[in-house]
């Protein structure tokens, strides 16, 4: 059964997270994109315990009001401070050694290539669902045809000292039309501003992408097994980040085209998301 429970990290910040699965199972760790949550996780961690892994969603750094350093301050958003908080997290579940599965979507999809990058040895194996390996993902908003460039207009607009309030202002009605176009049920989102509905969550959260250097991380090729999931009709990532992320994975490779799906693809599949992740999951066990 999924519990909410806080996770204490040796940096002492205190992370909610729903946990699944038996506590001596595989440690499959999930990280949630913006501007979601824990919740994003709410179908594949009953398939995971099923499946006989332990399974831990937490809400990530300012996300959770125990793991909130000042957003004013950027540094406690820089990307490396992200990649830690994952080590710290599999650290606190009881794997400080050993390695672990790691699942991340849009922006811990991001945090999660990072990790792959830089702590190879911990990771069995990487699913990443929306989110282009980095180097991909620049070189394609780098492109004369700006049309990465153009589909990640939003970042900039983050930027903004008033995108909080414009998003929250009348029962956050923006944050939940900008869901609901991109498919997203209105349960779900409801279940998103139940965590991201304040000024302090949504401006810690924003405060990932005025952090700047995450977004343009130059990252090696990745040699964990690695498991890509991208839906065609993602509004937010092209088919040249998408499909150019094959040139920078030199392990075991698998990219899986959803056609018709969007950015969000946990909220709009079920089945078969957790068929693919599960699959990959069982070829890449961690011993």
């Keep these: 059964m999924v519990e909410l429970q806080k996770i204490?990290?040796?940096?002492g910040l205190e992370f909610d997270a729903w946990i699944d699965g038996r506590a001596d199972g595989p440690l499959v760790l999930l990280l949630h994109g913006f501007p979601q949550s824990r919740h994003t996780w709410r179908h594949q961690l009953p398939a995971l315990a099923a499946?006989?892994?332990?399974?831990v969603a937490?809400?990530?750094?300012?996300?959770?009001?125990?793991?909130?350093?000042?957003?004013?301050?950027?540094?406690?958003?820089?990307?490396?401070r992200l990649i830690g908080d994952v080590i710290d997290l599999a650290a606190a579940c009881g794997h400080g050694a050993g390695r672990f599965h790691l699942v991340g979507h849009d922006w811990g999809g991001q945090v999660a290539w990072g990790v792959a990058d830089r702590h190879?040895?911990?990771?069995?194996?990487?699913?990443?669902?929306s989110r282009p390996h980095?180097?991909?993902?620049?070189?394609?908003?780098?492109?004369?045809?700006?049309?990465?460039?153009?589909?990640?207009?939003?970042?900039?607009?983050?930027?903004?000292?008033?995108?909080?309030?414009?998003?929250?202002?009348d029962d956050a009605r923006r944050l939940r039309r900008n869901l609901a176009e991109a498919g997203v049920p209105d349960d779900a989102a409801a279940d998103y501003v139940s965590v991201l509905g304040t000024p302090a969550a949504l401006e810690a959260a924003l405060a990932w992408y005025r952090a700047q250097e995450g977004l343009r991380a130059a990252l090696g090729k990745i040699t964990v097994?690695?498991?890509?999931?991208?839906g065609d009709a993602d509004a937010t990532v092209g088919r040249m980040a998408a499909e150019g992320t094959a040139e920078f994975v030199t392990g075991p490779f698998r990219f899986e085209v959803l056609?018709?799906?969007?950015?969000?693809?946990?909220?709009?599949?079920?089945?078969?998301?957790n068929a693919l992740l599960l699959a990959h999951l069982r070829s890449y066990p961690a011993r």
Excluded: C, M
């Design 8 to 11: 204490v990290a040796g940096s």
């Design 51 to 55: 499946a006989g892994y332990r399974a």
């Design 58 to 80: 937490p809400d990530q750094r300012g996300y959770s009001p125990g793991a909130r350093p000042d957003p004013a301050d950027l540094a406690n958003y820089h990307y490396d």
């Design 120 to 129: 190879p040895d911990r990771l069995a194996s990487l699913t990443i669902l």
């Design 134 to 169: 980095p180097s991909s993902f620049v070189r394609a908003l780098q492109a004369p045809d700006g049309e990465q460039k153009h589909r990640s207009r939003h970042h900039r607009a983050f930027l903004s000292g008033d995108t909080a309030r414009l998003l929250l202002e």
């Design 225 to 230: 097994p690695t498991l890509y999931i991208w």
């Design 259 to 273: 056609p018709g799906v969007g950015h969000f693809i946990t909220d709009q599949l079920v089945d078969e998301v």
